[in-house]
């Protein structure tokens, strides 16, 4: 199991980025997949939820009306779309699968991230 997330960079604040995680080794279309970020010195927090099924989606309320998530289940990829970007945005950003919707429990081990730093 392996993902492997990029799309990161240094954007200035109000700008957008999209981040892409590439997933293999497990049958991606059954698995709820999440992005969560870490800031330095924090903890790493859940940003946003998709389903494997209909696509239902959630997100952190400090994210919703500007990131969107979505899948594309025939190449095994999950978006993560930001838009109108803060500087407390900036933080490693990485994606994982969840077997359940609701639960806490992740399925596969963490990445790498792509770093995401928003400054002037």
């Known amino acids: 199991v392996q993902f492997v997330e990029s799309g990161g960079g240094l954007v200035q604040p109000g700008e957008a980025l999209r981040l892409s995680c590439a997933a293999s080794?497990?049958?991606?279309?059954?698995?709820?997949m999440r992005w969560y970020r870490q800031a330095p010195g924090k903890e790493r927090e859940l940003v946003a939820a998709?389903?494997?099924?209909?696509?239902?989606?959630n997100y952190a309320d400090s994210v919703k009306g500007r990131f969107t998530i979505s899948r594309d289940n025939a190449k095994n990829t999950v978006y993560l779309q930001m838009n109108s970007l803060k500087p407390e945005d900036t933080a490693v950003y990485y994606c994982?699968?969840?077997?359940?919707?609701?639960?806490?429990?992740?399925?596969?081990?963490w990445g790498q991230g792509t770093q995401v730093t928003v400054s002037s």
């Open positions: 994982i699968a969840a077997p359940l919707w609701g639960v806490a429990q992740v399925f596969g081990s």
């Open positions: 080794g497990f049958a991606f279309s059954n698995y709820v």
């Open positions: 998709i389903t494997s099924g209909d696509g239902t989606t």
